[in-house]
């Protein structure tokens, strides 16, 4: 069985991106080989984002931000913008459907270290919510 390719796309790809292509392999590789990439792209991965993924059993060993750049001779069954900071505007890879589902911003929340971690956590839960909406019925 071929995999569908689905490519998410946010502007650093040290959050929410990372966390959608992880949850994504990790829940439903089965049917889909997820990718993710930045406009531009942080030097290293947000540390809260390791840390309230492996909170969720996703371990991120391997992966790194990457800009969109290396993708735009790559064709996917799925393209999704998950910020409003990757501009619409911006070239996106080939694609059969392109999304944009925006989520905040969890790099932005301020305060002290757990309302940080609340805030990655919503976020993280919002992510996989939708991914399992959008790509968890058996027809993909």
Same mark, same amino acid.
Request: proline share 6%.
């Given at each position: 069985?071929?995999?569908?390719?689905?490519?998410?796309?946010?502007?650093?790809?040290?959050?929410?991106?990372?966390?959608?292509?992880?949850?994504?392999?990790?829940?439903?590789?089965?049917?889909? %080989?997820?990718?993710? %990439?930045?406009?531009?792209?942080?030097?290293?991965?947000?540390?809260?984002?390791?840390?309230?993924?492996?909170?969720?059993?996703?371990?991120?060993?391997?992966?790194?931000?990457?800009?969109?750049?290396?993708?735009?001779?790559?064709?996917?069954?799925?393209?999704?913008?998950?910020?409003?900071?990757?501009?619409?505007?911006?070239?996106?890879?080939?694609?059969?459907?392109?999304?944009?589902?925006?989520?905040?911003?969890?790099?932005?929340?301020?305060?002290?270290?757990?309302?940080?971690?609340?805030?990655?956590?919503?976020?993280?839960?919002?992510?996989?919510?939708?991914?399992?909406?959008?790509?968890?019925?058996?027809?993909?």
């Amino acid at each position: 069985m071929t995999k569908s390719k689905v490519l998410f796309v946010c502007s650093h790809n040290a959050g929410r991106s990372q966390m959608a292509e992880a949850y994504l392999n990790a829940r439903y590789g089965d049917r889909y %080989a997820a990718y993710s %990439a930045g406009n531009f792209p942080s030097s290293r991965m947000n540390a809260v984002t390791l840390r309230v993924m492996a909170e969720a059993g996703i371990p991120m060993d391997g992966y790194a931000p990457k800009p969109l750049d290396g993708f735009m001779a790559d064709h996917f069954a799925v393209a999704a913008r998950l910020c409003t900071c990757a501009d619409p505007s911006l070239r996106l890879p080939a694609a059969d459907r392109v999304i944009e589902r925006l989520f905040p911003d969890p790099s932005e929340f301020y305060g002290s270290e757990e309302e940080k971690l609340r805030g990655f956590r919503e976020v993280r839960d919002l992510i996989f919510a939708w991914v399992d909406e959008t790509f968890g019925d058996a027809d993909g």
